[in-house]
């Protein structure tokens, strides 16, 4: 039968047990995109929460600052073309 041949510090033994009681989080899916989503938690993907709108996502708010970008794009080109107009 075989022997350990030096003992197992205190350390050793709890570093080994620590990993024996891991288990895997519980993965539920978005009702609105299907994507994976931890349980509880608002999806980032789409930015619902059971059905409900919560967040705004990064998509939306790129979306948005691209828009007040091209709004402050076009007051600027409609101020600059009567100026060259009239030269
Ligand atoms: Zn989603």
Redesign the pocket.
């Known amino acids: 039968m075989p022997v350990p041949k030096m003992k197992v510090s205190r350390s050793r033994r709890n570093k080994r047990s620590a990993n024996k009681n891991i288990t895997m989080h519980p993965v539920s899916e978005?009702q609105?995109?299907r994507?994976p989503?931890a349980s509880h938690q608002v999806?980032q993907?789409?930015g619902?929460y059971k059905g409900s709108k919560i967040l705004r996502t990064k998509f939306e708010r790129l979306h948005e600052r691209g828009k007040s970008r091209a709004a402050q794009f076009a007051a600027a080109q409609s101020t600059a073309q009567p100026a060259e107009s009239a030269e």
Do not use: P, V
């Open positions: 978005c609105t995109c994507a989503l999806c993907g789409c619902y």
